[in-house]
């Protein structure tokens, strides 16, 4: 069984600058739901009122980014399979696309926001001086090796994740503030 798709369409194109939109509505979905059944479930696990604590928040955050950004490299090497088995490695106008990645490209875009952002386009510009013009990051995509950022971000979130698990056991919660 084969998960990829080919399509060439120019019946409907999501322009870029919309799917930041996406990032409102996201937060109005789940902030309910995180509310309403996360909370409630870790309060009755943990018998802290906030459920888990601010440190184990922001360490699942970087332990989801690092599963993204894995995720994202994998979906990326299939594309790029995919584009070699049908001959359109040199065709930058060929769109290639593995099905199952639309729900998770948009989420991963909408994760690169604010300061990462900045810092993506940084570490953009270094790697396109040193892997030079058809290197990781190509104008013609199926030439490109995105996926090697992907890892390159996954293995720099993975080792944020042990600094910060490193600075977090060292951390003191002031009496009554542990959220």
Sequence with gaps: MRACNIQSTNSFDIPAATLLSFIGLSAIIL????DTIFVPL??????????????QRIGTGIAISVVSMVVAAIVETKR???AREYGLVD???AIVSVGWSRSIG???Y???IGIGSFLSSFLISILQKMTGGNGWISDNMNRGHIDYFYYLLAGISAGAFVIYIYAAKSYVYNRGTAL
Excluded: F, H, Q
Excluded at 31 to 34: D, F, G, K, M, S
């Design 31 to 34: 902030i309910p739901i995180y």
């Design 42 to 55: 870790t309060r009755a696990i943990t018998k802290r009122p906030s459920g888990i604590t601010m440190l």
């Design 80 to 82: 790029l399979e995919v």
């Design 91 to 93: 065709d930058p106008s």
């Design 106 to 108: 948009l989420a991963l």
């Design 110 to 112: 909408l994760s690169v």
